[in-house]
């Protein structure tokens, strides 16, 4: 009997430290507070998305507030960092030396999802890195970031998508985004014709050129979301949307972007996708203290 009880305290033991295990961490890295109220609301927009993800059994969800963690050491253990921020010269990943963390990282295979804004690199710096890890990016009088109804009809069969139904939105969904050479590796999620309205703007560093013009004149779809396996064994997840944080109350976008964040991490997407629900409450917590832009 002493037998018995003590190999079933081992099993026990082994049991639990085996779920414990095979716990997954993802970093939520939000960007300092911009734009006007309710836009780029990227503290509200992840807090809201750790409240979401909280149900994923075996999973461990740590949200930083106000761009890259002061102790690095928050990364080390990540299956995934989710990256929710401003681009550009203000991308956390592109100040002091956090490019070389993150390339660290990458070379384990660490997952990468970068939001909206946060999928702009600078061509000087990050976008070579960005191409290898995250499979595409935005890139500066070629790529461009106009608010439009995005009208998604059709998704492709992907673990992200699972349990996302077609939706339309009108959100600023960059589009003529810059790829990793073929497409190697790149598998689109969200694809979209863009209408001409698009091209309304003059050329500039992010609102139009002639090669942009011309793929929208002959209606090319624009993929404004995407999966990527990296060469490091890593996934990448780029999603241009969220400029709106009203739009996180549309299930399907809210989904897709779940199933991402734990694709990315290599985490089973649930059959239907992540369960979840945004409330007018959850929508309203959390939201930065910020000026109302003058009306134009």
Partial sequence: ??????????????VTAQAFAADKKIVLIAG???????????????LMFQKCLASVPGLKVVEIAGG??????????AAAIVIYSDGGDGHPALQDDHLKTLGALMEKGVGLACLHYAVEPTPAKGEKEFLAWLGGCFEIN???????????????KHPITRGVQPFTLRDEWYFNMRFADGMKGVTPILTAVPPSSTMSRPDGLHEGNPAVRAAVAAGKPQTVAWAFEN???????????????RNWANANMRKLVLNGILWTAKVEV??????????????????????PRPKK
């Fill in 270 to 291: 649930p059959k239907d996708g992540v369960a979840s629900e945004a409330t007018a409450a959850d929508l309203a917590t959390n939201l930065d203290v910020k000026t």
């Fill in 32 to 46: 300092k507070a911009s734009h006007g109220p309710g836009e780029h609301e990227h503290n509200a927009g992840l």
């Fill in 1 to 14: 009997m002493k037998k018995l009880f003590l190999a079933l305290t081992l099993l026990s033991l082994f």
């Fill in 68 to 77: 890259w963690p002061t102790n690095e050491a928050v990364l080390d253990d």
């Fill in 142 to 156: 070629w790529s461009v970031n106009p608010i439009w109804e995005a009208q998604f009809t059709s998704l492709p």
């Fill in 231 to 245: 060469t490091y064994g890593g996934r990448g997840f780029g999603f241009t949307g969220g400029h709106f944080h």
